[in-house]
């Protein structure tokens, strides 16, 4: 017996919170051995360290060739971090993504529970209330807000943005702008706001009181749909299912009637939605069903609420969640039923660190845990699609709306024909115009549509062509005039407006193309009698967005223009007219997800007209009037644009047939980053030679070359299976590139920018 073996009475093999693709062995003092199980969190030395670590599994034995074996310092907490069902997911997580367990164990805790910081979860319960800074537009103004423009264009934006919320925090205008309080200050001082400190409420989804609901007689679709699903919550055991039903269905009261049966049951329950913060209708709506029984996990918790969601759910006082990605690794109690709704949002798939998609690991989830999984959509993506062709997903469908008005017709209007409207402005055609005026009269209300923020994209010099561009990125900087800057929408990056232009010394800057914040300015001058207001990630983020959105349910906006915020699933009864200011915005990106994509964002724009009593009409604005994402949008015809997207994918072995891997190698030494690219490409092709079902794709630069000051190259393999793919990854996984160069890896990606 070696000395290792004398001093310990088992042997833990621990993740780390480090880049490492292979456990760490430590020693269980006979003091610890009665605390510990798998999933545990321990307190043990790394290098000059000490660190939290999970404890994966526990031998009696040391393994062979393990030597200088260290003790685990302590035990946080009375349980395991980890219940054994989330704990054998995470693992599988990790082995899929090929990414270090100790990191994905760490994206499965909440922020106020990462690595190393663990052991303060015990006083988290303890930790003062939280405060926060409001700020409310005076009810006398010093004087007016176009001069508040002239002197200082930034404390005029942030004026714009508390004036448009009627109230925002301090938290919340650090999410939009940079350093704001000092302006606040100012703007209290000379009179334009006020300032008040409050305790922050612990759950800003709780803040308001919610009257219990009557559940409504259900469409004999909706039906159909609950009694498939709790069917199959009674054989018990995994189900897939895709509920496909158009906007204004009813997806929600099925899930919600689905849950109900597995409370029934005594089983918890899981919502994963796109963006929390831009759901609060739906926690309602959970809320008025469930009671406040229910933990929701998003952005707008601070550590205290975190930490105190997650033990409600890992101690079984909460069994139902609902939340955005990450509430896939909630730990919540006999988990019964998964529920992703809006299953085609790319927001699914995290781009950073660990790079999982929340709705195929949900499917993975489900199935280890013997639990029904739901996935719904009006435009379900072309994976979900082929997958209910092969039944891996049972496909329930609900093709009508749940009242008794139908879905909003479309047209489609040729910008090549309507090249400009009233006042010569090139924004608002006569047509759309036209429609609005009389959307007016009748006292309803609009939603206008366009997926670029900002004043201006473009800012060029009329001499020689230059554009102004970013110096960290390889794009073009947006003007936003309210602030008075061009701002970089990939790194923040900000700078003034040239009055010069710096290639030619050239005073003609002209700003091409229109946002958002331009697009609000032309609608003010052309309906001068209506109430406008604008949302986008410039004017509001996390409690502002739903300030905005319950001032237009309250009708106290007319027209209301926006980015994709306005496109998911607000119910609106008196929006009657929605228009798409330009359709065109992402269809020509070097991606070949973009025509899907943009079809799902009409589509869903679209479902925001006619949701109440009066009938909906939809304009779609577009230079393109014949793509298939426009012609089957204007149709209402998911089927036919999946039929005419499928034979390209197809003949490309492009997902949902194929399966890629996108390996990006950056760095800010353009030499270095190109080096490593063709070193690791030629390991690849090397590699490929014996699968010639695999293809392998540059390296190349990236669509996106340079950004955030490192240049981007970047390698797609190309395969049938994804076994194929992972057995041509496992060999270069742990390839260690030159100082300065990183690769990572992604598998099924997303955003191939």
């Keep these: 017996m070696t000395g290792a073996e004398q001093r310990f009475v088992a042997f833990a093999r621990v993740a780390v919170p480090a880049p490492l693709r292979h456990l760490l062995t430590y020693g269980v003092p006979e003091l610890l051995r009665t605390k510990l199980s798998p999933g545990s969190a321990v307190l043990v030395p790394l290098g000059s360290r000490r660190v939290t670590g999970y404890v994966v599994d526990l031998s009696d034995t040391l393994e062979e ?15 395991p971090f980890f219940p054994p069902e989330l704990l054998r997911f995470i693992l599988a997580v990790s082995d899929y993504y090929l990414h270090p367990l100790g990191e994905t164990l760490r994206t499965a805790l ?12 015990l006083a988290s319960t303890r930790l003062a209330p939280r405060h926060e800074l409001v700020a409310r537009p005076s009810a006398m103004l010093p004087g007016d807000p176009a001069e508040l423009l002239k002197r200082s264009p930034r404390r005029s934006d942030i004026f714009d943005r508390i004036s448009i919320a009627g109230s925002i925090t301090l938290s919340d205008l650090r999410r939009i702008h940079r350093s704001p309080r000092a302006f606040l200050l100012k703007l209290a001082e000379e009179g334009w706001i006020t300032l008040e400190e409050r305790e922050a409420p612990s759950d800003p989804f709780f803040e308001t009181p919610v009257a219990p609901d009557v559940p409504p ?30 906007t204004g269905s009813g997806k929600t009261e099925v899930y919600l009637r689905v849950i109900s049966e597995a409370r029934k049951k005594k089983l918890g329950a899981a919502v994963l939605v796109p963006e929390i913060g831009l ?3 739906l926690v309602a709506r959970f809320r008025a069903r469930f009671g406040d029984d229910l933990a929701v996990l998003h952005s707008g918790l601070g550590k205290k609420e975190r930490v105190d969601q997650w033990l409600a759910l890992r101690n079984g006082k909460v069994t139902l969640v609902v939340g955005a990605r990450s509430a896939l690794f909630a730990p919540v109690e006999r988990l019964g039923v998964i529920i992703v709704d809006e299953e085609h949002d790319p927001s699914f798939k995290q781009d950073q660190g660990l790079k999982y998609n929340a709705r195929d690991m949900a499917l993975l989830r489900a199935k280890m845990s013997q639990a029904v999984v739901v996935l719904g959509s009006a435009t379900p993506s072309l994976e979900s699609w082929r997958n209910s062709s092969l039944k891996k997903l049972e496909k329930l469908s609900m093709p009508h709306r749940a009242t008794p008005h139908p879905l909003p017709e479309v047209e489609v209007i040729d910008l090549r024909q309507h090249r400009t409207g009233p006042f010569g402005q090139d924004l608002v055609s006569d047509p759309l115009h036209q429609a609005i005026l009389e959307t007016l009269e009748r006292g309803e209300q609009t939603i206008l549509f366009l997926n670029r923020r900002g004043f201006s994209p473009v800012a060029i010099c009329r001499a020689c062509g230059a554009i102004q561009k970013c110096r960290h990125c390889s794009v073009s900087m947006t003007y936003h005039q309210k602030a008075g800057i061009l701002r970089c929408h990939y790194c923040g990056g900000e700078t003034a407006l040239p009055e010069v232009c710096p290639e030619c010394r050239s005073t003609g800057i002209d700003l091409l193309g229109s946002g958002t914040e331009r697009a609000e300015g032309i609608l003010r001058t052309l309906f001068p009698q209506a109430r406008v207001a604008r949302l986008d990630s410039d004017v509001a983020s996390g409690r502002a ?60 724009v679209a479902g925001r007209a006619g949701r109440g009593e009066r009938k909906g009409k939809v304009l779609i604005q577009t230079f393109q009037p014949d793509h298939p994402a426009v012609v089957c949008a204007k149709e209402h015809d998911p089927e036919r644009f999946v039929e005419m997207e499928i034979d390209t994918r197809r003949e490309l072995n492009y997902p949902p047939f194929g399966r890629l891997a996108l390996i990006l190698v950056s760095g800010p030494k353009l030499d270095r980053v190109t080096g490593e690219a063709e070193r690791i490409g030629t390991s690849l092709r090397s590699l490929s030679r014996k699968r010639p079902e695999v ?39 742990g390839h260690r590139p030159r100082s300065g160069v990183r690769m990572s890896v992604d598998i099924d990606p997303m955003d191939l920018m």
Aim: charged residues 20%; aromatic residues 6%; glycine residues 10%.
């Design 65 to 79: 060739n393990v030597k200088g074996v260290k003790a685990i310092l302590a035990v946080v907490g009375d349980s």
């Design 110 to 121: 909440p922020s106020g529970l990462e690595a190393g910081k663990v052991s303060g979860v």
């Design 217 to 246: 007689c259900l469409t004999p679709e909706q039906a159909t749909s609950v009694e498939r699903i709790t069917d199959a919550l009674d054989q018990g055991g995994y189900r897939a299912f895709l509920l496909h039903g158009v």
């Design 279 to 281: 759901t609060p209708q």
């Design 545 to 604: 967005t739903e300030t905005v959105l319950e001032r237009l349910r309250r009708h106290e906006i007319d027209i209301l223009v926006g980015t994709q915020m306005v496109t998911k699933g607000h119910d609106f009864p008196k929006v009657t007219l929605v228009g798409v200011l330009l359709a065109d915005v992402g269809l020509g990106l070097p991606d070949f997800r973009a025509a899907e994509r943009a079809f799902h964002l009409l589509t869903q």
């Design 695 to 733: 293809r392998v794709l540059g390296p190349a630069p990236a669509p996106l070359a340079f950004l955030r000051g490192r240049h981007r190259w970047r390698i797609m393999i190309v395969a049938s299976r994804y076994g194929d793919l992972r057995a041509l990854l496992q060999p270069i996984i």
